[in-house]
């Protein structure tokens, strides 16, 4: 642009000293003659005005290139900028998603807490249940009656002495008396069964609690070749410690046992109280 300018400028100079020679006056090295009353300017002068002439020309070429680079420099400008704005977008997107990221990670860390808080809760409880069971007495028993095989009848009831201990937790079942104690107070409960093979036969069985008598079962065998008969039977209890149960049989009764174990007595202890 400024070369343009400056061109101008001297063509506009060339043209004010052409007008001065006019006038018959000398400037510069510009050489004037006359020639049959006409004056003529030296070739050199018009050499000067041509080569002005095409500097200017390619100076004007040069201007359009140069606005057409610059052009292309604005559209690419715009290109970056859409670039640029669509860029931000994405990182305020993905500035968007951290945000809820970090929400969430915070909302788990809480839950996490939360549930650990709970773990420790629990565990304690465990702890406090496995203090209490430890703590808590095991009582439980069961045995069958002999290898013997029938036992009875007898003219009176007599108390049955399960010999055969299977099972006596706590050891409060006497195989020499057949009589449970209980060592604390609490529930208990009990099961018996009882079995005999003899044809035309009573077999039954009393359970005490204390001197009370709780239970009485008993059944007739039918005079088959095939004749047997079962009973049995179970309860709760709530006993105090120091409490005895036992089971009698009946006077006139009888009862089979041997290596099978038809005829067993058990108990345990259900809860303390």
């Known amino acids: ?35 049959g009353g ?4 030296s070739p ?9 002439r095409d500097m200017a020309i390619e100076q004007k070429v040069e201007l359009r ?3 057409s680079k610059i052009e292309k420099l604005e559209q690419e400008n715009t290109v970056l900028k859409a670039s640029m704005s669509s860029s931000e977008n994405v990182v305020k997107e993905l500035q968007r998603e951290n945000t809820d990221l970090l929400a969430r990670v915070a909302a788990s860390e809480n839950k996490n807490t939360v ?12 702890e406090e249940l ?11 028993f069961s045995a069958s009656l002999t290898d013997a095989g029938h036992v009875g009848p007898f003219n009176t009831d007599i108390t049955l002495k399960f010999s055969k201990v299977f099972t006596n937790i706590g050891q409060a079942y006497s195989p020499t008396t057949g009589i449970f104690t209980a060592p604390v107070r609490g529930v ?6 009882l079995r005999d093979n003899r044809a035309s036969s009573w077999i039954g069985a009393k359970l005490y609690h204390n001197d009370e008598r709780l239970m009485l079962n008993d059944d007739y065998s039918t005079p088959t070749s095939y004749a047997y008969a079962i009973v049995a039977n179970a309860l709760a209890l709530q ?35």
């Open 65 to 67: 290139n140069s606005k």
């Open 44 to 52: 050199d002068i018009w050499a000067e005005l041509k080569e002005l």
């Open 38 to 41: 006409k004056r003529n300017i």
């Open 115 to 126: 549930l650990e808080t709970r773990m420790s809760s629990s565990e304690i409880e465990v």
């Open 130 to 140: 496995k203090r209490e069971n430890a703590d808590r007495p095991k009582v439980a």
């Open 239 to 273: 006993l105090e410690k120091g409490d005895v149960v036992r089971i009698d049989l009946g006077a006139s009764h009888g009862v089979f046992d041997d290596s099978n174990d038809h005829t067993t007595f058990s108990g345990f202890l259900l809860f303390p109280l």
């Open 1 to 35: 642009m400024r070369t343009a300018a400056a061109l101008l400028a001297s063509l506009l100079c060339l043209t004010w000293t052409w007008a001065q020679g006019e006038s018959g006056e000398v400037i510069g090295n510009a050489n004037i003659q006359e020639d």
């Open 188 to 193: 208990y409960y009990f099961r018996f069964t």
